[in-house]
């Protein structure tokens, strides 16, 4: 059941597609504060939800905002990510009711969940006009399905968006394109698509190419499509500045632009230096600017990601002056003390990026009303993901295009999927992304994967191998990087490789599963990674474990993410057979009883738990999507009491939108 | 068997104690390469050593560079802490040989321990001068034992220093540390020390006391004394540039700072802006700055910590000049784009901090010889504390006095400990902790730990008591914070204060093993914490633990390190007796055989297990350690097949320097 509370007179988000009718009774649960929600919380209570944040699956012990932010450092102080994912489930505790929090509200929700008191939960929305939905229902698994429904069926990218896509912000120019795909093909590493940063554009302007490295991007789109790799561009969120420009001439004829509080274009900074940020609030700006994304189309591209949509702001032009002249001021001085050199000289250098008072500097036409940038700061990169995924039902109608985008806001999970922005070549970072998973896909953004190997710093052999074999089981697996890391194609790393190529072709492998599962979730609104404790609500250790995950419906993961271990430990929360898998052709099976195990798995091993009932469907391995063989396949399995064993399978082109044909879905048994 | 090998003409460091005899042979187990020494890495081989440093116990798949630097962020990315500790203790797998590698040299030593090779080790001093002690025996143990005599005996602080220190960059005035001693009287919390970060001196300026807010220090610190609590004053590297100033026109008069090329004193701005730095290599400038803590001692102070001492810089005069001569061009432009803002503004004002150029713009005299700075910049923070240790055998003879340092190098040891630099208030800090202590102490640095709570950003309640359920356990135990992060003193977590109170009172009852676990350590050059892999070479499981650690002779820590826990698990490499306690007067126990185990283990409860024929003599639980009694003893015990269980003991007054006398000795037996 779902109940919707009024609270004044909220602006709009879109973020839920059911018409619930608006209840008039006292909201279960929560207890209303002078600035507030509270609940308390049972020593065994477990809050699942906020999608992309810090910290464990379980997000209790620490407070954070829903506030879009470009975050360039990942870790346990941060407060907020890029995206805002404002729904909680809280399983109050073995043999306490569960319910389901949507707080539907387009700016910051500020969170303590036994941050400040163990046992307290608190949350507050930024103004006092907001809505709430509470779901009850069956259990966590029955409330997290109510939600997907309440918000809308999750976006489904083509097939081949589950291959390898490999990136890089530093491929320069179409032979360093040309390049990946040669050394994928030379040492026999499957690869779908090839991501194209900044690098690609004149000036880092959107919608333009650079013609002196990427002469013919049309050319050389078909060229690779022929290989089946498909490239996939970036766009930015800001708009370079250039009246020679015809989309920025354009944007700025037909006002499509964020003005500031004399009416005239907002103007930040961002790659290209300065720039103009287009309303995406508006359903005519998002028409305008998703039409610009023809140019490329146009070049046979079939698949984009949308980045700095937060949007991330690097500095205002006025900012800038006011701390030049405070360093002007400064520099008179004969001795510069601790808080004018930590508050002034290197504070103010860094407080220039995404400032708050830049943020509470422009301002939005939200039907006819105007509406000051950070009310509804949340719902801006999402707005993109939106002017983009609309667009391309216009531009390539009946057909899908890859999309992700780095900003999001629950209701964008409709029009594309995320990737788990800027993280690090950490090992921390590998955990993180095993934590976020279910949280984040629990919010509605099913097609999602963090950058593999990491994207900040440098990686190493054994993380590139180690994360890999957590990625393989990700929608989205992208290997990135920023400028200036250590390269990390898969294959740079010579005393892996062997490894790394059995581990991309299992992937491949396990795609009948996984574009099963994939599917089944969209259309089904049900999981694609769960945790333990929404199966076993009732087993104290299954609620507890942070590093395992449920895979679809017969699959549980355990993924090794600590460095230099041959082994981990993992709980059953029933019998469940291990599949050691070295590759697709050369792995140990075990029917492990329930409970806890130390589980061996070296560097070049991967484990996989297949739960009693259910097989795996195992294709051959191949050197992209397109040549992916499902007509024979191979079953992985664990048979029940009867043994009997089986998988509902989804198979279809990939490539259009007639998900419902009833002939898509067939059951294999082993 | 400890062998020398000499290269060049190494400069001098005092590292080594013994005298031991160039060897001619050529160095076994390394093989050298153009650049420095390398060796191949069997698959199970482990590394240990390098003292405090980032990633885990094995210091495997990742590069390392012994620099000392004030690092504000640690994380997994860094190649550089607060300490040089060039000692590789290398375990070359199951049946191969052990051995230790010591890399005499005050510079620069860059570690690639399986980065760019998953089982290639290199090293390469910055310059070619350089000795090599490569040392062998019956196991790690004995080879670590070598070692540690090799290098000469720990440094021993009082008893006292194992009470617990309360701390905070933030304490401003006598009547805050009032307070503090105060509330932890009010909330019958044990305390020894209360430590006083800057804003006790008078300007930043070393050796003077601000009057306004610390009106009579000698009344302080002895009305403190009278309650059993010590107050532990900061000293910093650099001394604040004020002519009025008589330490300041002391070290001017008599030469003994650090000059630049043109022989005029170095200068850089520290906590007080401008600042000189003494010359600590120079054994009359360690005399005449050990000298000026007579000002503190004659109030009364018996423990310091030296800070800034890498030595941090916050800027130079003439990089910041150059910074804002930048500036000043880059705001008569119009757009600054990318390159201009990330790498003049923003780089151009995190680089003023630490820059390598700085650090090779000073000289040192080395024995009448001008050395440049960065020739032996590691050697500059120990040789602080040296300075000090020295100091206080003059001022307070045949007494010990507590000093621990920011920055270290192997050899200052012998003069005082270290505190494991500016952490940060997560749960990866809390893991960090517990792996950096088994190799800080393999490198000679026994009076150590982190802390407590974290020092950057926000704590929360639950992490307090996690991070002193493993901090009870480590010889320093404080808990300090930055200014303007959550107050974090025990008293403030109303949530957790009862079981605070218990694991506090838990850390004086058990200081009978661990005061005779550090004085064993110090005087027999054994282990306080060591990692599984020391005592079971053979065990492939015992080999890979990365987060539990043996403590001394008889017990072995398992420490919950991850939020929302109430268990985790446990390798046991031999049968132990687990005591899983929630203070001195509430535990159960239970003999749990060899293997792996999950071990239950709340929020409010520590486990401790202890070994066969090992006994644990514990005492009642005392407000500070003056008022510890330990005539009578409790002992844990797990007895050995023949039902004995014993422990070898040390007591002494805690004060004098009196170790060698027999009566401190006794075995206990259960």
New interface residues.
Partial sequence: MIQRFRFGLPLPTDSVVQEIPVSAGPVPFLTAEEDGWAYRMAPDA?VYGLGEMP??I?K???HYVTNNTDEARH???KLSYYGAHNFLLIDGGVGRECFGVFIDFPGKVRYDI??T???ALRFATEEPDHELYIITGDDLNDISRQFRQLIGRSYIPPKWAFGLAQSRFGYKTAEDVREVARQYKENDLPLDMICMDIDYMQD?ADFTVNKQRFPDLAALSAELKAQGIRLVPIIDAGVRIDPENPVCAEGLANGSFCTKADGTPFVA?V????AYFADFLRPEVREWFGRQYKALTDCGIEGFWNDMNEPAL??SPER??A???S??E??RKD????DE?FGK??G???G??NAPEDYASFYHDVNGQRVRHDRVHNLYGGNMTRAAGEAFARLRPGRRTLLYSRSSFIGSHRYGGIWLGDN?????QLLANIQMMPNVQLCGFLYTGADLCGF???T????ALRWLEFGLFTPLMRNHATDGSRMQEYYRF???LPALRKMLRLRYALLPYLYSTFMKAALESTSYFRPLGFDFPAD??AR?V?DQLLLGEGVMVAPVY??????R?V?LPEAMKLYRIRSVDDYDTELLPAG???VRCALDEVLLFIRPGHAVPVARPASCTAQLDETSLTLWACPDENGSARCRMYTDDGETSDFAAPEHWKTVEA
Avoid: C
């Avoid at 001795?335 to 601790?338: A, F, T």
């Avoid at 690090?424 to 921390?428: F, M």
């Avoid at 190493?460 to 993380?463: A, M, S, W």
């Fill in positions: 477990i910290r464990g379980n209790r012990g620490w870790s346990e102080d036994g941050y008191e163990h046992d880092y900074a790659w290209p230096g300065k690097f500095y800038l002056k701390f030049f002249e360093m002007d400064l520099s001795n510069i003390v601790q050199f000289v290197v103010g250098a860094l220039l990026m690090a070549s950490t090992w921390a900040s710093y440098d190493t052999p054994d993380l010579a005393d892996m104290p250790d507890e942070q600590t460095q230099n271990a041959s082994g430990h709980y806890h195990h130390y």
